[in-house]
């Protein structure tokens, strides 16, 4: 059993930036899919960024409607993935879950959640 702990969120103003951490337990698997998710109040589950990872390398995405303005990222000595959100906007208000889908890739059915951190952009 995989565990995920998520941390980084907090209160910012739009244009600011914040990192997100996502902390997993050990794990050995491939290949092995991780990603951030995210849920506004009243909204559904809205896939955010994520990583890609097999036997021919790591491989990151990110979708269009963040424009580019986050990256992902993974430190493997310390088993975390990380979200760089940059100029932040209040439409990025949510809660951001981590999320681990094992012998699978990013668009599938994800195996291990965190418990989210939530994000608050707001002037």
């Known amino acids: 059993q995989v565990q995920l702990e998520e941390s980084g969120g907090g209160l910012a103003q739009p244009g600011e ?3 997100l951490s996502c902390a997993a337990s050990e794990f050995s698997f491939r290949p092995y ?3 951030w998710v995210r849920q506004a ?6 896939w955010v960024a994520g990583l890609y990872s097999d036997h021919t390398g790591t491989y ?3 979708a269009d409607s963040i424009q580019g303005r986050f990256t992902v ?3 493997n000595a310390k088993n975390t993935l990380y979200l760089e959100m940059d100029n932040l906007e209040p439409q990025d208000t949510a809660l951001y879950y981590c999320a681990l889908v094992q012998n699978g890739g990013i668009a599938d059915q994800y195996d291990y959640w965190g418990q989210g951190t939530q994000v608050t952009v707001s002037s």
């Not at 109040?41 to 809205?46: C, I, Q, T, V």
């Open 73 to 75: 990222s993974r430190d």
């Open 41 to 46: 109040a009243g909204g559904g589950l809205e």
């Open 17 to 19: 930036s914040l990192r």
């Open 33 to 35: 899919a991780m990603s």
């Open 60 to 62: 990151d995405y990110s």
